[in-house]
T-cell receptor, first 110, second 112 residues
Framework: GEDVEQSLFLSVREGDSSVINCTYT??????LYWYKQEPGAGLQLLTY?????DMKQDQRLTVLLNKKDKHLSLRIADTQTGDSAIYFC??????????FGTGTQLKVEL | GAGVSQTPSNKVTEKGKYVELRCDPI?????LYWYRQSLGQGPEFLIY????????DSGLPNDRFFAVRPEGSVSTLKIQRTERGDSAVYLC??????????FGPGTRLTVL
């Protein structure tokens, strides 16, 4: 079945850039997503990218897609303490369902 | 506008009991999804509705799990003869056109 992998933890200083990486196996994914989950809360859709795009920028967020290597990344510029959360990568394959990674916990230190 | 809402926010039940979890999607969204998230894991797909019909129920773990969406809006996830392993956060999401999928806050189910 489809598999999505992410590193478990990332720690950055406030004001630095954060880069969260994701690799996936489903080459038929049409859309690829990034969600943010704060403690005790639901999933917040941050952004998504169509599979025929290489890059998408949305304010402080930049998504890069390398379809050949099946690698997706999320860059957060000028990271703030409010960005501390778990970030999930998800692929949208056949049947319209999402396959999620296990999440990357981002910790922003002062 | 209102997002996806789920009730109850917390449900504690005893092993063997029946539970119903409700999802109110964003108004006008025809697609509705149920996911289950265990502690420390990413959400896992359960079932997807397009309108009133279940378009993909391949994620339902066994026949104790069932979901309905009789009028193409509100959906109910039903779990019979609950087991301790069913304890998780049950998430609902909706989508207008299948691209952006918006999640509700979830229902935390605890089976004692």
């Amino acid at each position: 079945g489809e598999d999505v992998e992410q590193s478990l933890f990332l720690s950055v200083r406030e004001g630095d850039s954060s880069v969260i990486n994701c690799t996936y196996t489903d080459s038929s994914s049409t859309y690829l997503y990034w969600y943010k989950q704060e403690p005790g809360a639901g999933l917040q859709l941050l952004t998504y990218i169509f599979s025929n795009m290489d890059m998408k920028q949305d304010q402080r967020l930049t998504v890069l897609l390398n379809k050949k290597d099946k690698h997706l990344s999320l860059r957060i510029a000028d990271t703030q303490t409010g960005d501390s959360a778990i970030y999930f990568c998800a692929t949208g394959g056949g049947g319209n369902k999402l396959t999620f990674g296990t999440g990357t916990q981002l910790k922003v230190e002062l | 506008g209102a997002g996806v809402s789920q009730t109850p926010s917390n449900k504690v039940t005893e092993k063997g009991k029946y539970v119903e979890l409700r999802c109110d999607p964003i108004s006008g969204h025809t697609a509705l999804y149920w996911y289950r998230q265990s502690l420390g894991q990413g959400p896992e797909f359960l079932i997807y509705f397009q309108g009133t019909g279940a378009a993909d129920d391949s994620g339902l773990p066994n026949d104790r799990f069932f979901a309905v969406r009789p009028e193409g809006s509100v959906s109910t996830l039903k779990i019979q003869r609950t087991e301790r392993g069913d304890s998780a956060v049950y998430l609902c999401a909706s989508s207008l056109d299948g691209t952006g999928k918006f999640f509700g806050p979830g229902t935390r189910l605890t089976v004692l």
